[in-house]
């Protein structure tokens, strides 16, 4: 699996607002662009909308914890999204059959890997972005990938998954 390398960093803060108010303000800017639902252009969707609108829904449902693990790569996964023409990991939700999620890997300018997730709803081939629930074991998996794959080791990352 390939990852895409970012030109951006982690967002850095000492406590929680610190780092919404980073990501909000760049989400705003994205929002002020259009009158309807908030949305970025996916280069390997072929340039499709994928919306930003239920990242926020979704993000504010998760603890404290998750929310200041997740936002941390927010402005990496937008120019993740608008730049990567990488082959995602794709699967089919096993709940509702009409929904597949994409995942990304990206790694930061500071070497951080990262993990995304774009929810696609089949009947009406609409994109969202979604936080994904990245935990510590996952967090080293992408970073490993990154790993490997910077010293030339990708079948190496494939026996450890």
Partial sequence: MQYYQTTSRKISGSNFNELRKKAERVFNEIKSRTKRKPYIRSAYFDKSKIFLDYFWEHFYSKNLGD???????????LELIQN???????????????????????????????IIQIKEDKRSGQKYLIP????????????ANVWCINHGAEDLFTRLL
């Fill in 84 to 114: 990567s023409h990488f082959v995602p990991q794709s699967k089919e939700s096993p709940n509702n059959k009409n929904v597949i999620f994409h995942r990304f890997t990206g790694k930061t300018k500071d070497g951080y890997g990262f």
């Fill in 67 to 77: 929310r200041r693990r997740r936002i941390v790569f927010y402005i990496a996964a």
């Fill in 132 to 143: 994904y629930s990245q935990n510590y074991k996952e967090m080293k998996k992408a970073s």
